[in-house]
């Protein structure tokens, strides 16, 4: 078993094996000293855990969400995929071996692995956000980021074509949202810092943020 393992044809899924552990234990040590891996790696995500689909953020965003990014802390996300593609990865291996006597060809090996670990993120991962517990004191309806300040992450925002900007709400948790003008002369540059006025339907109207 250790000879299969150690297989070069193997060692991308068994290195994502070592990676789980390590990050097992690096968590454990963390957590001994008074920090957490998990909520470091939280704080670094652009994207809001509890995050409300209706808002319809497309574009990279929207493929993250998809993949449930948005939907599960971090480490945990990470070992899900880390997981999933080494299980995924030797089982190719271990099936090929049994039926067709040979290890399957490394390349399509690697991609047969990441599609199945891509659908793995989709619906094992929305299993699991499902069964973790929520923090229902820190939920906050969308309609409330009325007031809130966010930054022009991705796009030209103008009336007829709204960019994604990122938000932190009271709670500091962050929302990707879209956002358009609130005026037809103006728009938004990425990196512009705005205020949130009011939204309509799937759209957040906007003003520039004088400082």
Same mark, same amino acid.
């Given at each position: 078993?250790?000879?299969?393992?150690?297989?070069?044809?193997?060692?991308?899924?068994?290195?994502?094996?070592?990676?789980?552990?390590?990050?097992?234990?690096?968590?454990?040590?963390?957590?001994?000293?008074?920090?957490?891996?998990?909520?470091?790696?939280?704080?670094?995500?652009?994207?809001?855990?509890?995050?409300?689909?209706?808002?319809?953020?497309?574009?990279? $965003?929207?493929?993250?969400?998809?993949?449930?990014?948005?939907?599960?802390?971090?480490?945990?996300?990470?070992?899900?995929?880390?997981?999933?593609?080494?299980?995924?990865?030797? !089982?190719?291996?271990?099936?090929?071996?049994?039926?067709?006597?040979?290890?399957?060809?490394?390349?399509?090996?690697?991609? @047969?692995?990441?599609?199945? $670990?891509?659908?793995?993120?989709?619906?094992?991962?929305?299993?699991?956000?499902?069964?973790?517990?929520?923090?229902?004191?820190?939920?906050?309806?969308?309609?409330?980021?009325?007031?809130?300040?966010? $930054?022009? !992450?991705?796009?030209? @925002?103008?009336? !007829?074509?709204?960019?994604?900007?990122?938000?932190?709400? @009271?709670? !500091?948790?962050?929302?990707?949202?879209?956002?358009?003008?609130?005026? @037809?002369?103006?728009?938004?540059?990425?990196?512009?810092?705005?205020?949130?006025?009011?939204?309509?339907?799937?759209?957040?109207?906007?003003?520039?943020?004088?400082?």
């Amino acid at each position: 078993m250790m000879d299969f393992v150690l297989a070069h044809q193997n060692w991308p899924f068994t290195l994502a094996f070592i990676l789980v552990i390590g990050l097992g234990l690096f968590e454990l040590i963390s957590m001994l000293v008074g920090l957490s891996l998990l909520s470091a790696l939280d704080d670094l995500l652009p994207i809001d855990i509890n995050a409300d689909t209706s808002t319809g953020v497309d574009g990279v $965003t929207g493929i993250l969400g998809w993949l449930c990014l948005g939907r599960l802390p971090l480490l945990i996300w990470l070992v899900l995929v880390l997981t999933s593609f080494a299980i995924t990865g030797l !089982t190719i291996n271990y099936l090929s071996l049994c039926f067709m006597f040979h290890y399957f060809p490394e390349p399509y090996a690697l991609v @047969a692995a990441t599609v199945l $670990t891509l659908f793995s993120c989709r619906y094992l991962g929305a299993a699991l956000a499902r069964k973790l517990p929520k923090n229902e004191s820190s939920a906050i309806n969308h309609d409330e980021l009325a007031g809130s300040v966010g $930054t022009i !992450t991705v796009g030209r @925002a103008t009336q !007829t074509n709204p960019a994604e900007a990122v938000i932190k709400d @009271a709670f !500091t948790q962050k929302h990707y949202v879209r956002v358009v003008p609130n005026t @037809a002369e103006e728009h938004f540059e990425q990196g512009t810092k705005i205020v949130l006025l009011r939204r309509e339907n799937n759209i957040w109207f906007a003003a520039r943020l004088h400082q």
